[in-house]
């Protein structure tokens, strides 16, 4: 039986660039996660103990099925014992043929694994930081320090030195407000 299985995450929420990817293979079941997290994957789960010889999982790429390089081994362990197989789009692995990738195209496999895990995580935390109402980035200087540069800018009095001196206010961060 072939089984497409697919999760939400930040660049697809809906499972709708998976979907489009699996499609071809004309899965007999699909396995729709409900979230995003890491955690408490219970449909991947159910899928990997329903597993009987000679099924095949779809995915569209390596991060939809694990989360780390440790997660991959043991699901790649889960699906060996259950003599399952596993194709995955992106990276054009498919466990029923034998490996026709040089060692070198795993290892940049598994480097894109890294690189999506890390990019996906550092994505949702800037998104629930921005939900609860922080900014991120460098703080903005304090208005009054920049009104009051300002004002001594223009009074043609002070010097730039002075200025940065008495507000802290950077030539180019006073150029910048005056622009605006």
């Not at 779809?58 to 390089?69: E, F, G, K, R």
């Not at 009074?155 to 200025?163: A, G, M």
């Amino acid at each position: 039986m072939i089984i497409s299985y697919m999760r939400p995450f930040y660049e697809d929420p809906e499972c709708i660039f998976q979907k489009e990817a699996v499609q071809a293979f004309r899965a007999e079941r699909q396995v729709l996660e409900e979230h995003a997290s890491s955690k408490r994957r219970e449909a991947l789960e159910q899928l990997i103990a329903a597993l009987t010889p000679g099924d095949v999982i779809v995915v569209s790429q390596l991060y939809v099925l694990a989360d780390s390089t440790r997660h991959l081994i043991e699901l790649l362990e889960q699906i060996e014992q259950k003599q399952a197989y596993l194709v995955t789009l992106r990276e054009e692995i498919d466990t029923r043929e034998p490996l026709k990738n040089s060692f070198r195209e795993v290892v940049e496999h598994l480097v894109a694994l890294q690189s999506d895990v890390i990019s996906m995580s550092t994505r949702q935390g800037l998104t629930k930081a921005k939900a609860d109402g922080k900014q991120s980035g460098r703080p903005r200087k304090a208005d009054a320090n920049v009104k009051r540069a300002i004002e001594m800018y223009q009074s043609k009095q002070y010097n730039l030195v002075e200025i940065r001196e008495e507000t802290g206010i950077s030539k180019s961060t006073l150029y910048r407000y005056l622009e605006q």
